[in-house]
């Protein structure tokens, strides 16, 4: 995988690093350019900082997508600019950072050093529903769409250059992650932010995706969610929901979990 800056529309790059497959988001404006989250540790957030330098214009804005550690743990590079997200991202991070944080260094020992010095550094500016940054003579609009695969997932769109940048609302290179996700409110989300697409969609990882893809994936995750919902009331049994699962086993597992929670609330 090349990791370089392409320009999917006019001032607005995407560079997909081998790390964690994650795809970064540029948007350039006259007043400067905001970047879409800040990847997982203050050693990649360095390399994000130093590649955004090879974009014309300062760095003005960051976004946080939500509140997961590879795409907000790098936030404290990029202080003291504001950093964007739903009001609930930053109680999500002080929820869950040191958690995620333990996790990962017993998980990845070669990394420890870079998780271990890390600073939860929350986003500073936040909003309910929408929020727009003004990028001179071009707005980035910044939109919650409901829950999904967090609960303060947003998505950020550049109207007049028609993209959307999905976070991990959508994925295209492993399978939806369900971890801290709401599988059964997950589709509705997903058939709001389908009516924002009429150009390119950018997913926290992988490639950029057009509708079609976009309305596959929302149609999967909507297939999923009816079958935790007849798993859950005893019309199937959990093997028959992971056999007729679009999604792998073990996803497939971890959500029907997720959405057992959730139908309880």
Known sequence: MTSVWQEVADRVWIRRYESLDQTIGAIGGDAGVAVIDT??????ADELRDDLRQLPGDLVAVVNTHGHWDHAFGNA???PLPIWAHVRCAAFMAETGELARAKLIAAYPDEADDFREVVLTPP??????????????RQLDLRYLGRGHTDNDIVAIVSDAS???AGDLLENAPAPAFGDSFPISWPVTGLALLAMVDGTVVPGHGDPFDCDFAERQIGELGLLAELAREA???????DEAVRRSPFPERETAEALERARLELSE
């Open 39 to 44: 990847r997982a540790t203050h050693r990649l």
């Open 124 to 137: 500073t500016d936040s909003f309910a529903e929408s929020a727009s940054i003004d990028l001179g003579g």
């Open 232 to 238: 859950a009331s005893g019309a199937i049994g959990l």
């Open 163 to 165: 993209v959307l940048f």
């Open 77 to 79: 590079r990029f202080t």
